[in-house]
């Protein structure tokens, strides 16, 4: 094959990678409670957050016996209002900054 061919993929994964590296990177944070169901916590994930049935599901078990979980992690301007989705469903969820 040829390299001119394969260059212009290898310039758009740098591009890729870069991007996802501008900017705070930050984490929804949902602690556990003794108000919401399982059922409720996974429609909630699955809703707001886009997760698929089987990763909501993981989650709100993590979230159940480590008594927190890292839920979404992206750009603070895209989460912040899955972040106030979820705490206006009824969870209890805060919005961090991680270091990367």
């Not at 740098?14 to 930050?26: A, F, N, R």
């Not at 409670?33 to 997760?51: Q, S």
């Amino acid at each position: 094959m040829n390299n001119s061919q394969s260059q212009p993929w290898k310039d758009l994964e740098d591009d890729v990678l870069t991007e996802e590296y501008i900017g705070e990177v930050s984490e929804i944070i949902v602690y556990n409670d003794d108000v919401n169901t399982f059922d409720w916590v996974i429609e909630c994930f699955m809703e707001v957050c886009k997760h698929s049935f089987e990763q909501a599901e993981q989650l709100s078990m993590i979230v159940h016996f480590r008594g927190k979980a890292s839920v979404k992690r992206g750009v603070f301007e895209v989460l912040r209002p899955m972040k106030d989705a979820l705490c206006e469903r009824g969870l209890s969820a805060v919005l961090e900054t991680i270091k990367v």
